[in-house]
Nanobody
Framework: VQLQASGGGLVQTGGSLRLSCVASTRLDRIKSINWYHQAPGKQRELVGSISSDGVVDYAGSVKGRFTISRGNAKDTANLQMSSLMPEDTGVYYC??????????????WGQGTLVTVSS
């Protein structure tokens, strides 16, 4: 299974971008779809997540600016980013957690898409 993240690019401070995450094959029993941000020289950090029943949670730094939503297909998700700031620069990764009928967890990572916010 591969996750394809897309939509990154160069944007000015205050601008917006919409990232998308699509699985190469259908993923069943998705528990959550998550977005991570890795700024240059820093560790990867959770930006936000959406659960299988639609509950959304965000990191404090992006609340009110970023919105996570599910796509038309259950194994897709979008990250709408607004009011972007230079500190939002970095690679954004989508990440999926699934659980099988025995509640065993599996994790999948996308390859990342680069977002650059110019000041």
């Amino acid at each position: 299974v591969q996750l394809q993240a897309s939509g990154g690019g160069l944007v000015q401070t205050g601008g917006s971008l919409r990232l998308s995450c699509v699985a190469s094959t259908r993923l069943d029993r998705i528990k959550s779809i998550n977005w991570y941000h890795q700024a240059p020289g820093k560790q990867r950090e959770l930006v936000g997540s959406i659960s299988s029943d639609g509950v959304v949670d965000y990191a404090g730094s992006v609340k009110g600016r970023f919105t996570i939503s599910r796509g038309n297909a259950k194994d897709t998700a979008n990250l709408q980013m607004s009011s972007l700031m230079p500190e939002d620069t970095g690679v954004y990764y989508c990440h999926v957690e699934t659980r099988d009928m025995f509640n065993r967890r599996s994790y999948y990572w996308g390859q990342g898409t680069l977002v650059t916010v110019s000041s």
